[in-house]
């Protein structure tokens, strides 16, 4: 049988790329984009990815990006090193999991560090079969990792093997946040004696913040910094105020946009906008007291992954804008935001493929990792 | 060079039945038995509600438009095989499945033969589905 696959893997191929070819074709003229503010061509830098998760810059002009089946990459020149990276650690690489997010330390340049966050498989000793999200920091010499420090990790362990959230980011005060996904069902959510559906909050080391809002509180998982998050796979620091924002998975409907705040209740799953997968009710509440209300929310649900601010003058009408990717509708919203309110949203670049991350680099651009194709591209605004 | 043709023709047109006929093979010895089947068929949802559910719905019937329906679908029941080599492999680009085109992308969900056995038994048989056809991990395995 594995014949036949091989006769229709080319067939495959070719309607891939032609159903690509076709999209180029609709968004115009030599594939420039006409959007509301802004025109801008989607340039492909790297082609024959499977599942690209995240992206990092590093001061040099290399880029990292992590591919879910446990590789890490790396682009020097435009171009990508034939070898991963050695050191990773070991990812449960099945349904949502495997190796996720990337992120530099603040201070990269002085001190090298290297954030990871992953499905590790349940080590000795800890709770649960399974795995849960991990936190790792390393630093890279030559093409290998080294250094590597497992500095949180998610307790206790799930055999179930989707909603790890994954997110990696780090505040003006140099604290570095990951979002945690519910590890599935709508069970054990509202409580703090474990970690679904939390953001933590960690010194850079891996140790806890004594000011964390439950710290003291008897039970309490202490690195939790807010809670009643479904599946969070997108977390920016808003450059205007400093805070941090995530957005997360609904059910059927009801993803989020969320401004994350010290100690808050997100409500999930007491209070939700979806319904669940065979359309049964959740919670007939989308509102409660104690519970914060989204920025905003989505029905039907988009799939929201990976999203940035833009900060950069290279898209001067889309200053302050956030950009979400989605994987449902494989397009990425631009969303404008006055006082801590979406005013606008539009839609770009539909087709594109699955959006898994979004990442302004240091060098002003907009970079997207695709999957469906598994690409990297970035966006270039044309006059 | 005619009846070189010929031989082709009859080559190419033995192929097309083979394929045609194979999913409808039922169960050889090779198969599960009827137990071991129904077991099959019971892990095989709990795959189904771990891995499948968020785009094809726990009903089968997908998103209009965007993911594929399962329940009903000429594109997994005409060849259950090819749908077990997605479900292995995942699938990137357009399909059409009861003439309706989609095109989005399907990740290789990094599960075990077994559980790729599982749901196929599973969805083969669910919501109205009435496939013959059984899979065994042995045989996911050579795909």
């Given at each position: 049988m594995h014949h036949l696959w091989k006769l229709l893997l080319p067939a495959v191929l070719l309607s891939a790329c032609m159903a690509f070819v076709k999209k180029d074709d609709s968004s115009g003229a030599a594939?420039?984009?006409?959007?509301?503010?802004?025109?801008?061509?989607?340039?492909?830098l790297l082609t024959g990815l499977e599942v690209p998760w995240g992206m990092t810059f590093l001061p040099n002009g290399d880029m990292?990006?992590?591919e879910r089946d446990g590789e890490l990459r790396l682009v020097r020149g435009g171009k990508l090193h034939p070898d991963p990276i050695g050191g990773v650690p070991e990812v449960r690489a099945k349904g949502q999991g495997g190796l996720l997010d990337i992120e530099l330390h603040p201070d990269y340049a002085q001190n090298g560090w290297i954030y990871f966050s992953y499905a590790s498989p349940a080590q000795p000793g800890e709770q649960g079969e399974g795995s849960n999200t991990a936190l790792m920091r390393a630093k890279l010499n030559g093409h290998q990792l080294t250094d590597q420090q497992v500095i949180f990790k998610a307790r206790p362990?799930?055999?179930?093997?989707?909603?790890?959230?994954?997110?990696?980011e780090f505040d003006r005060e140099g604290y570095v946040y990951l979002s945690l996904g519910d590890r599935g069902g709508t069970f054990d959510n509202q409580t703090l004696a474990n970690h679904r559906g939390k953001v933590v909050r960690l010194r850079d080391d891996g140790s806890i913040p004594e000011d964390n809002p439950f710290f003291a509180q008897e039970g309490a998982m202490k690195e939790v910094f807010s809670w009643g998050h479904r599946n969070p796979q997108g977390m920016a620091l808003n450059p205007a105020t400093g805070e941090l924002w995530e957005h997360e998975h609904g059910p059927q409907g009801g993803d989020e946009v969320n401004i994350v705040r010290k100690g808050n209740n997100y409500g999930w799953a007491a209070i939700t906008f979806g319904i669940d997968y065979d359309g049964s009710v959740i919670s007939s509440d989308t509102a409660r007291e104690g519970m914060e209300q989204p920025v905003l929310y989505w029905v039907p649900s988009i799939a929201p992954c990976g999203m940035d601010f833009v900060t950069s003058d290279t898209y001067a009408p889309w200053k302050g804008s956030l950009l979400v990717g989605s994987m449902k509708?494989?397009?990425l919203k631009r969303l404008e935001i006055s006082d801590n309110k979406v005013t606008h949203q539009e839609t770009l670049i539909e087709g594109i493929g699955r959006i898994r991350a979004v990442e302004e680099a240091p060098d002003g651009y907009v970079y997207l990792a695709v999957e469906g194709p598994g690409m990297i591209v970035r966006l270039v605004p044309v006059n | 060079m005619q009846i070189r043709m010929r031989w082709i023709g009859w080559t190419f047109g033995a192929a097309l039945c083979l394929g045609m006929a194979l999913p409808a093979i039922p169960p050889g010895p090779a198969g599960p038995r009827q137990d071991d089947y129904e077991a099959s068929r019971q892990r095989?949802?709990?795959?189904?509600?771990?891995?499948c559910v968020t785009c094809h719905l726990a009903d089968g019937k997908g998103t209009p438009g965007v993911y594929p329906p399962l329940a009903g679908s000429d594109f997994l029941l005409e060849d259950p095989g090819r749908a077990a080599r997605i479900v292995k492999r995942g699938l990137s680009g357009p399909v059409k499945?009861?003439?309706v085109l989609y095109n989005n992308n399907m990740t290789a969900l990094g599960l075990d033969d077994q559980e790729v056995a599982d749901v196929l038994?599973?969805?083969l048989g669910a919501w109205g589905n009435r496939s013959e056809r059984r899979f065994t991990a042995a045989e996911i395995a050579a795909y």
């Open positions: 594939g420039i984009v006409s959007s509301e503010k802004l025109r801008f061509r989607v340039d492909t990292l990006f992590t362990n799930y055999t179930a093997a989707h909603h790890y959230g994954g997110r990696i509708f494989r397009y | 095989g949802k709990e795959v189904y509600m771990l891995y499945v009861n003439g038994n599973y969805i």
